[in-house]
């Protein structure tokens, strides 16, 4: 079994999802201001200071990989649980998606003998002769045989636009459709959703990685997209934060427990302090945060 490790994590990640935002950022005429952003967030874990959990990203070994497809602002959004992933999984891309124009790299990925995609969608948006249950269903013994690792494919954006991007992307049509099934209900806290069977992206990748037989892996993002709402929200509801909740429990069983001198005081909220809002969101994707202690050593978050 692979080990689990908790990492502390001083700089901005270099993974796939941090950098698609700094290119996003980069093409934007104006900047892009988040709520609360003006007490500066961590750039490795985009919370503010006083609730920063860069010192307790889980590393794991995985063999699967993730590629994200990414909508128009899903990289910046701090809700965005795709960077949970990236933060997690070693191997995993993240490409902007657009109707009328596709990244060479991705078309690239998808066709790398090493790699066997698969797009992971509801089956009833899908023909039949496409859709599968398990990894072994679209290629039989093929790809075991052949030594190729898993890379699913997931549509990160709102389910209008996830629906948009299976619709309208051409070269995502001759890829096997993999359809989960899971038996529990999403548990997904950070944006509102009318319906209880869709999942977040990051719960899509960790039902993934379990069916890949990767559980170490899957229990670590699960773990860590459960520690990552619960600070976000307690920022957001002005709310104390549990640090011995039971989500920061099952990621400290996963691997050593950091310092307490890596873990950044918790600060009382007050809605006094929120900054203004950013009406560049739909309220479900506005995060209220409060300005970061200056004292509280974190990473800086680039213009």
Not at 147 to 172: C, H, I, N
Not at 223 to 234: I, K, P, Q, R, T
Not at 287 to 303: I, K, N, W, Y
Request: net charge neutral; with cysteine.
């Amino acid at each position: 079994m692979p080990s689990t490790s908790l990492t502390s994590v001083s700089s901005r990640p270099d993974h796939a999802v941090s950098r698609l935002r700094s290119a996003r950022l980069a093409a934007s005429s104006k900047p892009y201001v988040a709520r609360g952003s003006g007490g500066g967030r961590c750039a490795g874990c985009r919370l503010i200071a006083s609730h920063c959990i860069q010192a307790l990203r889980p590393a794991v070994p995985t063999r699967a990989g993730v590629c994200l497809i990414m909508g128009d602002i899903e990289a910046l959004k701090p809700s965005n649980t795709g960077w949970l992933i990236a933060d997690v999984v070693a191997d995993t891309w993240a490409f902007g998606w657009s109707r009328t124009a596709v990244d060479p790299a991705l078309i690239a990925l998808l066709a790398d003998p090493q790699w066997q995609p698969y797009v992971v969608f509801p089956a009833e948006y899908a023909p039949p002769q496409r859709v599968v249950a398990d990894l072994h269903a679209a290629t039989g013994n093929a790809a075991d045989a052949s030594g190729q690792r898993p890379l699913f494919v997931l549509l990160d954006g709102t389910w209008a636009e996830a629906r948009k991007m299976f619709r309208k992307s051409p070269y995502l049509d001759g890829l096997p459709v993999l359809s989960l099934h899971p038996e529990q209900v999403s548990g997904y806290r950070l944006r509102r959703s009318a319906h209880q069977h869709h999942f977040c992206t990051s719960e899509v990748a960790a039902l993934c990685l379990a069916l890949a037989g990767e559980t170490r892996a899957a229990d670590a993002l699960a773990a860590w997209l459960d520690v990552f709402s619960a600070h976000y929200l307690s920022v957001k509801r002005h709310q104390p934060l549990d640090r011995e909740s039971e989500a920061h429990q099952r990621l400290r069983a996963l691997g050593p427990t950091p310092p307490e001198s890596a873990l950044p005081p918790a600060a009382p909220a007050t809605a006094a302090t929120a900054a203004s809002p950013d009406n560049s969101l739909p309220q479900e994707s506005r995060p209220e945060c409060l300005p970061a202690p200056a004292s509280v050593p974190c990473p800086p978050t680039p213009p």
